[in-house]
């Protein structure tokens, strides 16, 4: 069964955003991510490399609620099995600890952390929540932060938060912390094919420094490619790291060529992976595509058609 119908689903609000505020607490959703292409360029001398990617927000959320407290804690639920409840050791409590540093306010609050998103599989759902975890906090301490400020803050936590705390499709430059809007005006719609393992974002790079370096580098037109159909984007972009995650995963190589198979369409890798994509302009059209992939594909691979925001 497919989990969600993007036909007759009217909700196609994709951004971080308060869903159900009371009294005495804080619930927000925080999105996912795809990666619509991604460059990485040669290693930094500091270790890093630098990327260029366009980043969208999906609607596949996790969900974080906050309640003040004496102390700082974290209640896990949804598919959280190998993450820690230790603030130190999770990237949402480490966000409320450099929040309440920052601001010299006491770390005092209660976060129930529900995921949705994988972690491993390239989504960005741990950024998310950090993200979402610094926008919330702010308010239910009532922090006088700068947008400015909290995105710095953002980027000493992750390379991905930066976006999350932007919220919007933008271009991602840097280590992730130079962002660029990139609004487009087409519906979007993706078929995300999560398989039941992750990859090492860390084996990846490792493996994407063992590689020839790619040898393309004119500038990519963002711009004009944000305003395609779903089929001439698919032809227009690529991931870096796609190679490099199919040598560190052959696995996942097999899954990606099985799905081309059933559904002849273009199946894209997601940052460092594992999730796999399928783009298409037309949420009919991703049902159709997941329902095939779910008639086809083992159980444990989870399907799910979501919808991209084009703010």
């Not at 966000?95 to 209660?110: D, I, K, M, N, Q």
């Not at 932060?145 to 992750?158: N, P």
């Not at 519906?187 to 974002?201: D, E, K, Q, R």
């Not at 393309?216 to 690529?238: G, N, V």
Request: overall charge negative; charged content about 15%.
């Amino acid at each position: 069964m497919v989990h969600n119908n993007l036909a007759t689903d009217q909700h196609t609000e994709v951004v971080i955003t308060p869903a159900t505020p009371t009294a005495d607490a804080l619930t927000f959703r925080a999105p996912a991510k795809l990666n619509l292409g991604l460059r990485i360029f040669p290693r930094r001398p500091d270790g890093f490399h630098d990327i260029e990617s366009w980043f969208v927000p999906i609607s596949l959320y996790d969900t974080l609620t906050f309640h003040k407290a004496q102390a700082l804690t974290l209640q896990l639920s949804g598919l959280a099995a190998n993450l820690s409840n230790e603030p130190e050791k999770n990237l949402a409590g480490r966000a409320a600890l450099a929040l309440a540093e920052t601001a010299g306010v006491p770390a005092h609050a209660h976060i129930h952390l529900h995921k949705l998103i994988p972690a491993g599989g390239g989504l960005g759902g741990g950024s998310s929540d950090a993200a979402t975890t610094l926008l919330a906090l702010k308010q239910l301490w009532n922090i006088p932060i700068s947008t400015a400020e909290l995105s710095k803050l953002a980027a000493a936590l992750g390379s991905d938060v930066p976006f999350f705390i932007h919220g919007q499709s933008a271009v991602c430059r840097g280590r992730g912390e130079i962002i660029e809007s990139l609004p487009f005006q087409r519906l979007l719609f993706a078929v995300l094919i999560i398989p039941p393992y992750g990859t090492s974002t860390k084996d990846v790079y490792q493996e994407f420094d063992n590689q020839p370096a790619p040898v393309d580098t004119k500038a990519i037109p963002w711009q004009e490619i944000s305003q395609l159909s779903a089929a001439e984007i698919s032809a227009a972009i690529r991931n870096d790291l796609e190679a490099p995650a199919f040598s560190v995963t052959p696995g996942l190589c097999d899954l990606r060529d099985k799905i081309t198979a059933l559904v002849n369409h273009p199946v894209h890798l997601s940052g460092s992976g594992s999730t796999l994509f399928i783009l298409t302009n037309q949420p009919a059209q991703a049902d159709a595509i997941a329902e095939t992939l779910e008639n086809n594909l083992p159980e444990n691979i989870r399907i799910l058609p979501v919808c991209i925001s084009n703010t």
